[in-house]
C-alpha cells in the first residue's frame, strides 16, 4: 500500500472520532455534579417547593425552599463548590443562614442554606468552599418547630432581582437525588388552610386597606383559604357566606390561646426508637420504661417523632403518656 493510503487510514479513525465530538456539550454543562447537604438516610422530607399555607402570621405563601428534618448538630455540606456571600447568625427571631454563589455553564447561583444556630462556627463571607465541605451544624433558629434544614436555589441574584428554583430539580441536575438521600418523604400536601384571627379583624372587599369593610371578626375567629393565595400582604378567606381579604399580620394557624408550652411525655414501657416512622425502618437506641421525653416533634402514622437525649427518632406513640 502507498505510504499515502497508509496514512489516510490511520487518520480516518481520528476523524470519526472528531466528528462524533463536535456539538458535544463542555463539561462545565448543567450537569456539573454535586453532593447532598445532609449525609444520606439521616434526614426526612417534610415540606417542599411550593404553594403552602402561611406557617405563621407575615410568612410567604410560596415555600422558597425544601425542609429537611434531621438531627440538631448533623454536618451540613457545601452541595456544590463556590464563594460565601453571607454567614449570617440568627438575630431578633431571624435564623441563621449561609449562602453559597457558584456558577454552572455561564449561570449565577445562589444556594441559601437556614436555620442553623450558628452560621459563622465554619465559614464567613468571601470564603472560597468546596463540594461537600462542611459549612454548619442543623439547627431551629428563626421561625423554625424543630431542627431542620432549609435549602434555596437563586438564579442571578439571592433574593431581589433573582428567581427562585425548584431545589429538588436542581439538585436532580447535578446527580443529587434527594428522594433517594432521605429516609422517607413526609411532605405536607396541604389543599386548603384554616386561620384564625389573632386579634379583631376587618375583612375587606379587595387585597388592601383602601378597600371596603365587609365585616368585622373577632379574636379567634375561623377563616377558610387556599395555599399559595397572598396578594399585597393580604390573604383571601371564606367565613360563613362572607368572602373577602384579610392582613396577612394578623392570622394565625393555630386557634388563640391555643398552648404553647412543650407537651412532656413518659413511656409507658420499654420503647425502640427507630429512624423513620415504622418498624420496618433501622432501630437506633432503646427507651427504657418510665423516660421522660420533653422534645416531641410530628406525629406520623402510628409513630411519633422525638428527642430523647443526643438521639433523633421515631417511637410508637401508644408507648408514650402525656404528663
Avoid at 62 to 80: F, K
Avoid at 112 to 129: C, E, F, I, L, P
Avoid at 243 to 254: I, P, T
Wanted: glycine share 10%; proline share 6%.
Amino acid at each position: 500500500m502507498p505510504s499515502s493510503r497508509r496514512w489516510l487510514a490511520a487518520l480516518l479513525p481520528l476523524l470519526v472520532l472528531a466528528a462524533s465530538l463536535v456539538g458535544a456539550a463542555p463539561a462545565s454543562a448543567a450537569t456539573v455534579p454535586g453532593v447532598l447537604p445532609l449525609k444520606a438516610e439521616t434526614f426526612y422530607t417534610s415540606s417542599m417547593y411550593g404553594p403552602r399555607c402561611l406557617p405563621v402570621a407575615g410568612a410567604s405563601a410560596q415555600h422558597l425552599g425544601i425542609d429537611l428534618e434531621a438531627q440538631r448538630g448533623a454536618p451540613i455540606y457545601a452541595s456544590v463548590g463556590g464563594t460565601v456571600t453571607a454567614a449570617v447568625n440568627p438575630k431578633g427571631g431571624n435564623a441563621g443562614y449561609v449562602v453559597v454563589r457558584t456558577t454552572v455553564a455561564s449561570t449565577t447561583y445562589y444556594v441559601a442554606y437556614v436555620h442553623m444556630d450558628s452560621a459563622t462556627k465554619y465559614v464567613s463571607t468571601g470564603q472560597r468552599v468546596a463540594k461537600g465541605q462542611r459549612i454548619a451544624l442543623v439547627g431551629s433558629s428563626g421561625p423554625a418547630t424543630s431542627p431542620h434544614l432549609h435549602v434555596e436555589v437563586w438564579k442571578g441574584a439571592f433574593h431581589g432581582t433573582g428567581t427562585t428554583v425548584d431545589p429538588v430539580r436542581w439538585f436532580t441536575l447535578r446527580g443529587v437525588s434527594i428522594a433517594k438521600g432521605a429516609i422517607f418523604d413526609q411532605r405536607v400536601r396541604e389543599t386548603s388552610c384554616t386561620y384564625y384571627a389573632s386579634t379583631s379583624l376587618n375583612v375587606r372587599s379587595g387585597p388592601s386597606t383602601g378597600y371596603k369593610v365587609l365585616r368585622t371578626v373577632s379574636r379567634g375567629t375561623a377563616m377558610r383559604s387556599t395555599p399559595g393565595r397572598l396578594t399585597n400582604g393580604f390573604v383571601p378567606v371564606t367565613i360563613g357566606s362572607t368572602k373577602g381579604w384579610v392582613s396577612s399580620s394578623y392570622v394565625l394557624a393555630d386557634k388563640p390561646g391555643t398552648s404553647t408550652a412543650a407537651p412532656r411525655y413518659t413511656t409507658l414501657r420499654a420503647s425502640s426508637v427507630w429512624i423513620g416512622p415504622s418498624s420496618g425502618y433501622r432501630k437506633v437506641r432503646k427507651i427504657p420504661k418510665g423516660a421522660t421525653i420533653s422534645t416531641v416533634y410530628a406525629r406520623i402514622g402510628n409513630y411519633t417523632d422525638v428527642q430523647y437525649g443526643s438521639t433523633r427518632g421515631f417511637v410508637w406513640t401508644a408507648n408514650l403518656q402525656r404528663k
